[in-house]
């Protein structure tokens, strides 16, 4: 199994970035994404799943949107009106039918004037 995240970057606050993830290996049914601050816990964003079930961090409500493509295998992660508080090493994440999580190599988000 391999998940590839991308879209990372720098950018000002008030702006959007959009992350993508490709993952292989396997059917999924939940996907998502985490991140991780500087000295904090990675903490979850938002998921979804299969059927186009989405669910959200109080934080990036409104102003977070995932999105899956099945056929594919990816999902992705627009981010608009970033904060600075945003900043943070975002990750991708899938569960298989199974149970199993899996993970992707981080990208790194930062909001910075």
């Known amino acids: 199994v391999q998940l590839q995240a991308s879209g990372g970057g720098l950018v000002q606050p008030g702006g959007s970035l959009r992350l993508s993830c490709a993952a292989s290996g396997s059917i999924f049914n939940r996907m998502g994404w985490y991140r991780q601050a500087p000295g904090k816990q990675r903490e979850w964003v938002a998921a979804i799943t299969t059927v186009g079930r989405t669910n959200y961090a109080d934080s990036v409500k409104g102003r977070f949107t995932i999105s899956r493509d099945n056929a594919e295998n990816r999902v992705s992660l627009q981010m608009n009106s970033l904060k600075s508080e945003d900043t943070a090493v975002y990750y991708c994440?899938?569960?298989?039918?199974?149970?199993?999580?899996?993970w992707g190599k981080g990208t790194q988000v930062t909001v910075s004037s």
């Open positions: 994440n899938a569960v298989s039918l199974d149970g199993m999580s899996y």
